[in-house]
């Protein structure tokens, strides 16, 4: 079975560009997960999918982030445009409620 | 507001020692605690799930408690090998019945041969 899967896994953009992360979790799991870590902190939360509905998207930065999931299966992340915080590295998880999170391998961000 | 604290934050050992990793969180009132891996540059590998109900779990070599009482976990690495070398991170729910995680900063782990 496969995993949660990202892409790109890297991405280096210009500020005031904009890039768009895709997520495909794992089948049948309808919680989907946005996480970040930036340079020396941890992890934190960004938005969570149930379905294709969001359910909590209390850590999403500011409106230069939107994060979608059309018919409830992958979802993306787009920036727009970007900025030289938003650099760090972009994770994806999903779960069936209340049990284990499945991580992807990340999308690492640079913005120069 | 949940806050999750690992100690220590680097530890370096020889092979073949037994060691301890430390994660505590300051709400309580949790439904379980996750424990992941992260080699550099990679994604995060769960490692193991304990749920509130629960005092451990074990997988091989590994085995991790909780006492959600004191708000503690502690993950235990038997025999260690250099291949264990990676950072382990502690996550539990923000609050409540809330399913984001909140994960410390993690223990930085080598072992050297």
């Known amino acids: 079975e496969a995993g949660v899967t990202q892409f790109p896994s890297h991405s280096v953009i210009e500020k005031g560009q904009t890039v768009t992360l895709r997520c495909d979790p794992i089948?049948?799991?309808?919680?989907l997960y946005w996480y970040r870590r930036v340079m020396g902190k941890e992890i934190k939360f960004l938005l969570h999918f149930v379905k294709e509905s969001k359910q909590d998207e209390s850590g999403m930065p500011n409106n230069r982030f939107l994060a979608e999931r059309t018919g409830g299966t992958y979802s993306t992340l787009k920036v727009q445009p970007a900025e030289l915080e938003d650099s760090g590295v972009y994770f994806c998880?999903?779960?069936?409620?209340?049990?284990?999170?499945?991580f992807g391998q990340g999308t690492r961000l640079t913005v120069v | 507001k949940q806050e999750v604290t690992q100690i220590p934050a680097a530890l370096s050992v020889p092979e073949g020692e037994n060691l301890v990793l430390n994660c505590s969180f300051t709400?309580?009132?949790?439904?379980?605690l996750q424990w992941f891996r992260q080699d550099p540059g990679k994604g995060l590998t769960s490692l193991l799930l304990?749920?509130?109900?629960?005092r451990e779990q074990t997988s091989g070599r590994l085995n991790a408690s909780l006492d959600k009482s004191s708000g503690r976990s502690t993950l235990y690495i038997a025999a260690s090998q250099p291949g264990d070398s990676a950072t382990y991170l502690c996550a539990v729910p923000s609050q409540g019945g809330s399913e984001k995680l909140v994960f410390g900063k993690g223990t930085k782990l080598t072992v050297n041969p």
């Open positions: 089948s049948g799991h309808d919680n």
């Open positions: 709400d309580s009132a949790i439904y379980n």
């Open positions: 998880a999903s779960s069936q409620s209340r049990v284990e999170a499945f």
């Open positions: 304990i749920q509130s109900s629960q």
